[in-house]
């Protein structure tokens, strides 16, 4: 069954330094690989997707993410973070489409 | 404006009474699905819809059950709510599964007493 596993629960960070989220996930056959993003009192909104092609993806608000199948991890990252960023991210992985499996969410925080 | 709507937004409920969070989308999406987020534990899937009249379970469909009658609607019915279905639920929705892109609607916070 596939599982992810965010491995930071908040990471706090000053403006404009660089910042990587975790993820790391589990499973036994191809997968298609998700960053969302909540920010407070709102729902989830797609950063960027892995469906094939290049491991290296880029999203909207600057952020990328690498896959790496041999460490099964797709890390998301950005160069230089805004007091704006300050959200909750949200790894997730599907196998087939339909059943889409979260991880447990990293609250970004972004001191000044 | 293409959006996903739920309603309500905000419930306070007794145990065993009950009720219905209705999801609306307008983009003629095909696949629809419901999630409940409880903190430390990301969102889970309860259940989902390929299409009109096909519904499967996710991974908690326990005290839930939906419909899917149209295109349009996907309803989540708790038959008899308990409090430990105190959460905060999103519908969403995608043209099709293999489009794999899930649009979100805002939340529905929901409270059993």
């Known amino acids: 069954a596939q599982s992810v596993t965010q491995l930071d629960s908040q990471v706090p960070v000053f403006e404009e330094a660089p910042v990587e989220l975790r993820c790391n996930y589990s499973?036994?056959?191809?997968?298609?690989l998700f960053w969302y993003v909540q920010y407070p009192n709102q729902g989830l909104q797609l950063l960027l997707k892995?469906?094939?092609?290049?491991?290296l993806v880029k999203g909207i608000n600057g952020f990328e993410a690498e896959f790496n199948k041999s460490q099964t991890s797709f890390h998301l990252r950005k160069p230089s973070v805004h007091i704006s960023d300050t959200a909750e991210y949200f790894c997730?992985?599907?196998?087939?489409?339909?059943?889409?499996?979260f991880g447990a969410g990293t609250i970004l925080r972004v001191k000044s | 404006e293409a959006q996903v709507t739920q309603n309500p937004r905000y419930l306070i409920t007794v145990t065993g009474k009950k009720l219905t969070v209705t999801c609306s989308q307008n983009?003629?999406?095909?696949?629809m699905s419901w999630y409940r987020q409880d903190p430390g534990l990301g969102l889970r899937q309860i259940y989902y819809?390929?299409?009109?009249?096909?519904?499967d379970k996710g991974d908690v469909p326990e005290g839930y059950k939906v419909s899917r009658k149209e295109k349009r609607n996907f309803p989540l019915i708790l038959e008899s709510p308990s409090p430990n279905q105190t959460s905060l639920y999103f519908c969403?929705?995608?043209?099709?599964?293999?489009?794999?892109?899930?649009?979100f609607g805002p939340g529905t916070r929901l409270t059993v007493l």
């Open positions: 499973s036994s056959v191809s997968v298609y």
């Open positions: 983009m003629n999406h095909e696949y």
């Open positions: 997730a992985v599907t196998e087939d489409g339909n059943k889409l499996v």
């Open positions: 969403a929705s995608s043209l099709s599964s293999r489009s794999n892109e899930q649009f």
């Open positions: 892995y469906l094939s092609g290049s491991t």
């Open positions: 819809s390929m299409n009109v009249e096909v519904t």
